[in-house]
T-cell receptor, first 112, second 114 residues
């Protein structure tokens, strides 16, 4: 099994550009999440989903959109990139609430 | 609100020495507790978890952790560190509000000297 797959691995954007970070899992997990990781800040939750068609905001949702049309996919959209969104982004999935999370390898994003 | 504190930003140990990484949590009930490890350039991988029962839990790579309710702690230990253990370690506890999506500590970076 591939587990959680994130694409792309690296991306450079200019301020104001938009893009979508892709996340797919093949474990039939209901729960999926997006985190950003910044030095000294740990992982902060951006958005999460508890099933297809259901999403909610996490700790740092501003500037990001998500949707969940299928169980497998949970894309993260940057509407108008800003330098403050330079970060490493991780997607994770879990079978149920409070359970073990499985992480993708991350997307390293730079916004110039 | 649920929270996790990892007091040590960096820990340096010599190869072969013992290790203890600290984790303190704030949680309204008996929590689920997790330790994850992140090797450089990689995603996070589960080391071990506590759900209930025996308060001393064993994980992968020779790690163990002990849940101490009276101290609100879940410290990670290893009796003899290997150079390959150099990584970032994160403690996590489910958040409140029904989703129970994990809240992570800020992480402890482990440096291993030969």
């Amino acid at each position: 099994n591939a587990g959680v797959t994130q694409t792309p691995k690296f991306q450079v954007l200019k301020t104001g550009q938009s893009m979508t970070l892709q996340c797919a899992q093949d474990m039939n997990h209901e729960y999926m999440s997006w985190y950003r990781q910044d030095p000294g800040m740990g992982l902060r939750l951006i958005h999460y989903s508890v099933g297809a068609g259901i999403t909610d905001q996490g700790e740092v949702p501003n500037g990001y959109n998500v949707s969940r049309s299928t169980t497998e996919d949970f894309p993260l959209r940057l509407l108008s990139a800003a330098p403050s969104q330079t970060s490493v982004y991780f997607c994770a999935s879990s079978y149920s609430s409070g359970n073990i999370q499985y992480f993708g390898a991350g997307t390293r994003l730079s916004v110039l | 609100a649920q929270s996790v504190t990892q007091p040590d930003i960096h820990i340096t140990v010599s190869e072969g020495a013992s290790l203890e990484l600290r984790c303190n949590y704030s949680y309204g009930a008996t929590p689920y507790l997790f330790w994850y490890v992140q090797s450089p350039g990689q995603g996070l991988q589960l080391l071990l978890k506590y759900f209930s029962g025996d308060t001393l839990v064993q994980g992968i790579k020779g790690f163990e952790a002990e849940f101490k309710r009276s101290q609100s702690s879940f410290n990670l230990r290893k009796p003899s560190v290997h150079w390959s253990d150099a990584a970032e370690y994160f403690c996590a506890v489910p958040s409140s509000g029904g989703s129970y999506i994990p809240t992570f500590g800020r992480g402890t970076s482990l440096i291993v000297h030969p």
